[in-house]
């Protein structure tokens, strides 16, 4: 009897194992997914901003590209585009010698960004170059843009672009 009532605990022990792994895997399979398409949504709307940051970088490339500038109208115009866009966290404008003209932060003015290679690659090869940062306690979208006035390079802006209304958007997509 002992026996019998063993080998019946058992098979509902298998039984039981057998139920539950299907339950478990199609339960592994929906994370899956969901980590799919959260991280297919992020990749998405990432590129989306780079796409319109790129946009409002030749906007603002453009107005620096239109008329001879003195470092109080680059300044200017670096804070007024810092203060018009709630995403911005900083932006500066740096000259062909690797020295920032311009910044939301006026403690980088005259610093010299010769050692940053992104600045350098930027200039020197007219590359766009993005890159991601966290800046206190916040991940920030770090773009670095060529100024271009008859074919040369005259400068780069650097623009930093918080990523808390992409991150909560993406938030409130899960």
Do not use: C, H
Not at 21 to 45: D, Q, W
Not at 87 to 98: F, H, K, L, N
Not at 120 to 128: K, W
Request: hydrophobic letters at 35%; charged letters at 25%.
């Amino acid at each position: 009897m002992k026996n019998e009532n063993k080998n019946k605990r058992r098979t509902k022990s298998i039984r039981t194992k057998l139920l539950i792994m299907p339950v478990l895997l199609v339960i592994i399979a929906i994370i899956g997914i969901i980590i799919s398409v959260s991280i297919r949504t992020n990749n998405s709307m990432r590129g989306e901003m780079i796409r319109t940051t790129e946009s409002l970088l030749k906007n603002v490339a453009a107005r620096l590209n239109d008329q001879e500038l003195d470092q109080g109208r680059y300044q200017r115009i670096m804070e007024a585009l810092a203060s018009s866009n709630e995403d911005v966290e900083y932006a500066g404008y740096i000259d062909q010698d690797y020295n920032y003209l311009a910044n939301t932060d006026t403690t980088w003015v005259n610093r010299d960004m010769s050692s940053d290679n992104d600045i350098v690659n930027a200039l020197n090869n007219n590359s766009v170059i993005s890159r991601n940062y966290e800046v206190d306690g916040m991940e920030v979208l770090d773009m670095i843009y060529p100024v271009i006035k008859n074919n040369e390079t005259i400068g780069a802006l650097k623009i930093g672009f918080n990523y808390s209304n992409l991150n909560r958007g993406i938030s409130d997509n899960r």
